[in-house]
């Protein structure tokens, strides 16, 4: 079992930044790949950015160039810098850790919110 438990979310103007952070804990030792998704009103999850362990990143086209995902390894924690935050940004963020075929999954995140406004 894994439980990830996000931070960092609020209310931010358009151009500003937000750091979101995931701490995963539990009996086993996070070796998939950690991400982010995220959900707005009236839209359905999407995919934001993952990274693998070896540190190789995945990022929506939609977020690239302004996101930036990392993980510390030793802490099983995964962050989402965003920078240039923009309106359509809004959204509930959604930690996530992949399937493991040993130790089972996905695992989700509760979810924060993050709010950007013009």
């Known amino acids: 079992q894994v439980q990830l438990v996000e931070s960092g979310g609020g209310l931010v103007q358009a151009g500003e930044s937000l750091k979101l952070s995931c701490a995963a804990s539990?009996?086993?030792?996070?070796?998939?790949?950690m991400g982010w998704y995220r959900q707005a009103p009236g839209k359905p999850r999407e995919f934001v950015a993952k990274?693998?362990?070896?540190?190789?990143?995945n990022y929506a086209d939609s977020v690239k160039g302004r996101l930036t995902i990392s993980r510390d390894n030793a802490k099983n924690t995964v962050y989402l810098q965003m920078n240039n935050l923009k309106p359509e940004d809004t959204a509930v963020y959604y930690c996530?850790?992949?399937?493991?075929?040993?130790?089972?999954?996905?695992?989700w995140g509760k979810g924060t919110q993050v709010t950007v406004s013009s």
């Open positions: 996530n850790v992949e399937r493991s075929p040993i130790w089972g999954g996905p695992y």
């Open positions: 539990g009996s086993s030792v996070i070796t998939t790949a």
């Open positions: 990274i693998f362990r070896s540190g190789t990143t």
